[in-house]
């Protein structure tokens, strides 16, 4: 069955502390992997889609690469406004996306 | 670019009520639209995909009675959730993607239901 699956459940940081967040797939035919930033009772916001693996993308504090099993979201000295819950996702198929439990990311000042 | 708009954002209704959510693609046009629900701290759930001018497509467990879906358009995408029930009451998302463009989806707001 194919599954994802998003770790840590949750993160608390002190504003500048950096680290990742992992997000592990077991598929078969990868077409994509994503990652959103959703804030709460709000729809998520895109945020990167990776193809292949060795790809890597970046905006502002926030870089995503992908291997062939997994993804991380790294996060570069985070502010408080860095506070959210981040959602992957892979693309399964033609269009269909099965998304991970999430990330809560908390940033304190 | 690529916003996608849904009304109302919060929806309060009696039990046995029909209520009607509807998603629109604000700057682009979509041939295929997504509904999603999610849960109080639980990820977000693909209900439904739905396809401009013919039939949704329901995931398994998704009554396709209870909830209809209509593609009317290239920007719009309408849910109605027929018969609503409290069990119902639920965070509903709807996505979107540009048609011709990559596999990027784009996120309504959400529709807040709760049904007393």
């Known amino acids: 069955e194919d599954q994802v699956t998003q770790s840590p459940e949750a993160l608390r940081l002190q504003e500048g502390e950096s680290s990742s967040l992992n997000c592990s797939y077991t598929?078969?035919?990868?077409?994509?992997l994503f990652w959103y930033r959703q804030d709460p009772g709000k729809g998520p916001e895109f945020l990167f889609t990776?193809?292949?693996a060795g790809e890597e993308k970046e905006k502002e504090r926030l870089k995503a690469t992908l291997t062939k099993k997994e993804s991380f979201l790294h996060i570069t000295a985070p502010k408080p406004e860095d506070s959210a819950t981040y959602l992957c996702?892979?693309?399964?198929?033609?269009?269909?996306?099965?998304f991970g439990k999430g990330t809560m990311l908390l940033v304190s000042p | 670019g690529a916003v996608v708009s849904q009304h109302p954002s919060r929806v309060i209704c009696k039990s046995g009520t029909s209520v009607k959510i509807e998603c629109r693609s604000l700057?682009?046009?979509?041939?295929?639209m997504f509904w999603y629900r999610q849960f109080p701290k639980k990820s977000l759930m693909l209900m439904a995909t739905?396809?401009?001018?013919?039939?949704?497509?329901?995931e398994q467990g998704v009554e396709k009675d209870k909830f209809l879906i209509n593609h009317a358009s290239l920007t719009l995408s309408t849910l109605t959730v027929t018969s609503a029930h409290p069990e119902d009451s639920s965070f509903y998302i709807c996505?979107?993607?540009?048609?011709?463009?990559?596999?990027?989806?784009?996120f309504g707001p959400g529709t807040r239901l709760t049904v007393t």
């Open positions: 996505s979107a993607g540009p048609s011709g463009g990559g596999y990027e989806q784009y």
């Open positions: 598929v078969s035919g990868l077409r994509g």
């Open positions: 990776l193809y292949s």
């Open positions: 996702a892979v693309l399964l198929g033609y269009s269909t996306l099965t």
């Open positions: 700057d682009f046009q979509a041939t295929t």
């Open positions: 739905s396809n401009e001018g013919s039939k949704a497509t329901y």
